[in-house]
């Protein structure tokens, strides 16, 4: 049948209203690509409007347009992949390389015109990259396009992670215009735009609801008028809270009513005592129902379960009338406006609309709609897997739901859609009757897909709750292994981990790759009460199921993870291990697993001293994450240790900005933000700023603490350590679980402030039996740290005792050692240290001892140490060098990167609290980096700063 659309029932205005600003900036923007362009705003706002207004505006340019659903299909990249599957005769002009041939399980409809699909590759994350890839090419094989992605607060992960990997370096001539929700949207959207390549144009429309002015102009463009009166538009703006939906729906309600007067040639309306119309839409739609045949509410009620926008076969289906009635019935719909039919689809024009029918609903007639949408949308091909487990979830028929639920489950995960995979399943099993088999079965499939999301505490429940049905032995073993890989990513307490680890072995017989991967987080010592020789002995048998696993990242994953350890114990099997891996890697890593062998050893050899083999295994882990994950998570992870690298050797231009920039991005990771967290601290002390360093790092190294952070600890306590006072309480603690696990190969790097702070606290004796002791201890062991740090913890002792010439003998020797391995901040210290004795000895090297210090701190921007030096100069009639100015980022008068882009936005006339939002900072942070900014361009204006700017300079 074909549908009426009666133009006598128009809602809608004929034309776009009081939004011509944010029209011009669209198209300013979109005039100038590779470009992106952000419509922002409430339901009902009005943001599908001003996107068809400018895809009307941009008659001749090509725009393809793709929405998100509220109701979700486990078919990721769904918006993206809309948008493209009319293109066809456009790409059958063209040619495409064979990467595009990804695309044909994806596209059906291109198949014609798309190269043969390439082979399989064994690797997930591969075989998605290659759909990215190939999905890249179409945009910038088809020219100049728009392309429209509606409704992103809905968006899959993988649509996402496309367009993050697209705006890295989109083709010159694609402009995106995404719409979304603000309260709704999730981070991974809003970050799309934080940080684009600075060639590509942008811009943000935040609408705004109407005024009276502008609820009048709606009005009087609705009813076809010249004007409504102003006390009416008042009346509308009150009872619509400015929304341009909700103003069409009261307006559609009061002409229905009769409520509509003419006055002097314009609209008005009755008294207001005469009218009585509840506030808000809800109201509005429900009368507007309400007046309806019951055939046609009977179609709106069937359309408003089904939700989603379907096709009349499948809407007439699910009604609870007869067929030639709904027909009638879905025509009165139309006419009235209540539905509208697109492309052959028919449903509501907004979900505000959908909402408001849907509760009106009786439940008893409610799950029986939705079991006729059931089988209405299970007869469609190919079947909407989605849909359907929603409707039969909804009608009560459960089995059939957790049957549909794990079909869709298995879909999403074949495509990559794990987070979508995990929130089914995650759904049945928290309101599914389950046995104890089946139960499990759906647990272990959700713990595999919450591995690779960024979703961890729901699903953890769900597998505890599995395993306390007892499930048989394999399925029990792999839960137990999932439980405690959701514990590790969790960084719960350390003792937790260690107990889910210990019964997940007990039950991995013959799964090598499991009993491998367990028995390595036995084998990490952050378990306080557990000795070294217990984890060492975990890790040794990790080793040995490696002859029995196939799987060649995972024998990586392995070896890193197992020479990281050994590492920061000072073994020196250490070595061999690196090698096998580099070996078996070609010193490139390409897999995930992989990435994080190099990743994790590069970390622990930062904290042993080895900044030259941490240095190039993290290189080569940021070098092989992009291919291997294309959400940036892993390799903001590495990013994350290369900044403890940066901070220990003393690289510490851009520190501060790039500290900021990941801890933005790794919210959601508990160790890595610590780690950030304590690089951050530590460069705030040497800036002199040492009350805020303080409450930083005993903040840090109380959560390091926690989660059993060990091994990055020592770095947070020398720099608490270091501000004088008596140790903190926590040191001794920190002590007790070095001396268990026998970390001292990365602990010493403490030793040096510790003595100082025990000399300090009248604990000298104390101070020489721990130096005594690590000295004996560090000499069986691979430390590189150890010299460097026990010749300063000497050099302070006999500084105490007196003794000027011994004290200096033992910070020259520390300063060889600090240079050598790469330590320019630990090395100043000890210059200043050692220019101190010389001093006391008339030595003539001590004046250029200082000098060198002071040379070393200033190129640090270490402005706390170089004040302090600095006294002792003036003290000592040594002539300081220049300050340096910029603080510890370097940059003096030149803009940082974030003072950079802070300014870009404010001179396109964003305030400072939409800046913030923008690049997900706080508005105090924007106001210093903008202030910043102006200063150091000689400005006092924003209007002066979009000058300087535009003018390149």
């Given at each position: ?807 200096s003998a033992e910070f020259l020797a520390a300063v060889d050692d600090y240079d050598r391995l790469g330590c320019p901040y630990e090395a100043a210290q000890a210059r200043e240290l050692a220019a101190a004795g010389l001093f006391a000895l008339a030595d003539e090297r001590a004046a250029d001892l200082l000098n060198a210090a002071l040379t070393g701190y200033a190129s640090l921007g270490a402005r706390w140490d170089l004040d302090r030096a600095s006294h002792l100069a003036r003290r000592r009639g040594v002539p300081s060098p220049a300050r340096h100015r910029g603080g510890p980022s370097g940059y003096g008068d030149d803009l940082s990167p974030r003072e950079r882009e802070v300014a870009t936005l404010a001179a396109t006339g964003l305030t400072n609290r939409e800046i913030a939002k923008e690049l997900f900072l706080s508005t105090k942070t924007v106001d210093k980096h903008l202030s910043a900014a102006l200063r150091k361009l000689g400005l006092r204006s924003r209007a002066a700063l979009a000058r300087r700017l535009d003018g390149g300079a």
């Amino acid at each position: 049948m074909t549908p009426r659309i009666a133009s006598s029932a128009q809602i809608v205005s004929p034309k776009l209203v009081a939004r011509a600003t944010e029209l011009s900036a669209l198209l300013s923007t979109l005039g100038s690509p590779p470009a992106v362009a952000v419509v922002e705003g409430e339901a009902g706002i009005g943001k599908t409007r001003l996107v068809r207004e400018l895809t009307t505006e941009l008659a001749g340019t090509l725009v393809l347009t793709g929405g998100c659903g509220h109701i979700r299909e486990p078919f990721p990249l769904g918006p993206v992949l809309e948008a493209l599957r009319g293109t066809g005769e456009r790409l059958a002009a063209v040619s495409l390389s064979p990467v595009a041939g990804a695309l044909r399980p994806l596209l059906p409809e291109l198949a014609h015109v798309l190269p043969l699909a390439p082979e399989p590759l064994d690797d997930r994350v591969g075989e998605r990259h290659r759909v990215f890839r190939g999905l890249a090419e179409l945009l910038a094989t088809l020219g100049a396009v728009v392309l429209v992605l509606e409704d992103m607060h809905w968006a899959d992960e993988q649509t996402v992670e496309f367009l993050g990997y697209l705006l890295s370096d989109p083709p010159p001539d694609l402009s995106v215009v995404l719409t979304y929700r603000g309260e709704e949207v999730g981070v991974g959207v809003r970050a799309l735009t934080s940080r684009l390549p600075t060639a590509v144009a942008r811009t943000r429309v935040a609408l705004t609801p109407f005024g009276t002015a502008e609820t009048q102009e709606l009005a009087a463009s609705i009813l076809g008028t010249a004007r409504v009166s102003e006390d009416f538009a008042l009346y509308l703006r009150e009872r619509t809270s400015g929304l341009p939906f909700a103003i069409q729906e009261l307006l559609a309600l009061l002409r229905a009513r009769g409520s509509l007067v003419r006055r002097d040639g314009g609209w008005a309306r009755k008294t207001i005592d005469e009218l009585d119309v509840p506030a808000g839409v809800r109201d509005s739609v429900l009368e507007r129902v309400s007046r309806l045949s019951p055939a046609a509410r009977a179609v709106v009620e069937s359309g408003a379960v089904l939700e989603a926008h379907v096709p009349i076969g499948t809407l007439l289906a699910t009604c609870r009338i007869p067929a030639g009635e709904a027909e009638t019935g879905l025509d009165e719909a139309l006419e009235r406006g209540l539905l509208v039919e697109r492309s052959g689809l028919v449903g509501f024009r907004h979900l505000l609309a959908v909402q408001a029918v849907y509760g009106s609903v009786p439940l008893s007639r409610r799950r029986d709609l939705h079991a006729r949408a059931g089988a209405a949308v299970g007869r469609l091909s190919p079947v909407p897997l989605g849909q359907l487990a929603h409707h039969l979830r909804h009608s009560g028929q459960l089995d059939a739901w957790v049957s549909a639920a794990e079909q869709a489950a298995d879909q999403a995960t074949a495509l990559g859609d794990d987070d979508e995979a995990a929130h089914l399943l995650e759904a049945v099993l928290r309101e599914a009757p389950l046995d104890p088999v089946r139960r499990a079965e759906l647990a272990v499939k959700l713990g595999w897909a919450s591995t690779r999301t960024l979703k961890v505490v729901a699903e953890l429940d769900a597998l505890s709750a599995a395993l306390a049905h007892d499930p048989p032995q394999p399925l029990r073993g792999e839960l137990r292994f999932l439980y405690a890989l959701g514990l590790d990513r969790t960084a719960a307490e350390p003792l937790l981990q260690w107990r889910a680890f210990t019964d997940a072995v007990e039950s991995l017989d013959g799964r090598p790759d499991l009993l491998a991967q367990a028995m390595v987080g036995l084998g990490l010592p952050t378990t306080p009460d557990v000795p070294l020789a217990e984890h060492v002995g975990w890790l040794e048998r990790a080793l040995e199921q490696l002859p029995a696993i196939d799987d060649a990242p995972l024998r990586a994953f392995v070896l890193g993870k197992v020479a990281m350890v050994l590492t920061a114990v000072g073994d020196p099997r250490w070595a061999e291990l690196s090698d096998r891996l580099l070996a078996q890697t070609g010193g490139r890593p390409v897999h995930r697993r992989e990435v994080g062998a190099f990743s994790s050893l590069g970390e622990d050899a930062c904290y042993a001293g080895r900044y030259e083999i941490s240095d190039r295994m993290l290189s080569a882990a940021l070098l092989g994450a992009p291919g291997c994950d294309l959400t940036r998570w892993m390799e903001f992870e590495c990013r994350a240790s290369y900044a403890v690298l940066a901070y220990a050797r003393g690289a510490w231009a851009g520190l501060r900005e790039e500290v900021e920039f990941l801890s933005e991005r790794l919210a959601g990771h508990p160790r890595q933000l610590a780690i950030l967290d304590i690089v951050r601290a530590c460069l705030t002390l040497a800036s002199g700023e040492v009350e805020e360093a303080r409450l930083g790092l005993l903040d840090v190294v109380g959560r390091a603490t926690r989660m059993g952070a060990i091994d990055v600890l020592p770095i947070a306590m020398g720099a608490l350590l270091r501000q004088g006072g008596e140790p903190p309480a926590g040191v001794a603690a920190a002590i007790a679980v070095w001396d268990t696990q026998r970390l001292w190969p990365v602990a010493v790097r403490v030793l040096p402030p510790l003595v100082d702070a025990l000399i300090t606290a009248g604990r000298l004796d104390e101070a020489e039996a721990l130096t005594d002791r690590l000295g004996r201890e560090l000499a069986t062991l691979d430390a590189p740290l150890a010299p460097p740090s026990l010749a300063h913890a000497r050099g302070l002792l006999a500084a105490a005792a007196s003794d000027p010439a011994t004290a200096s003998a033992e910070f020259l020797a520390a300063v060889d050692d600090y240079d050598r391995l790469g330590c320019p901040y630990e090395a100043a210290q000890a210059r200043e240290l050692a220019a101190a004795g010389l001093f006391a000895l008339a030595d003539e090297r001590a004046a250029d001892l200082l000098n060198a210090a002071l040379t070393g701190y200033a190129s640090l921007g270490a402005r706390w140490d170089l004040d302090r030096a600095s006294h002792l100069a003036r003290r000592r009639g040594v002539p300081s060098p220049a300050r340096h100015r910029g603080g510890p980022s370097g940059y003096g008068d030149d803009l940082s990167p974030r003072e950079r882009e802070v300014a870009t936005l404010a001179a396109t006339g964003l305030t400072n609290r939409e800046i913030a939002k923008e690049l997900f900072l706080s508005t105090k942070t924007v106001d210093k980096h903008l202030s910043a900014a102006l200063r150091k361009l000689g400005l006092r204006s924003r209007a002066a700063l979009a000058r300087r700017l535009d003018g390149g300079a």
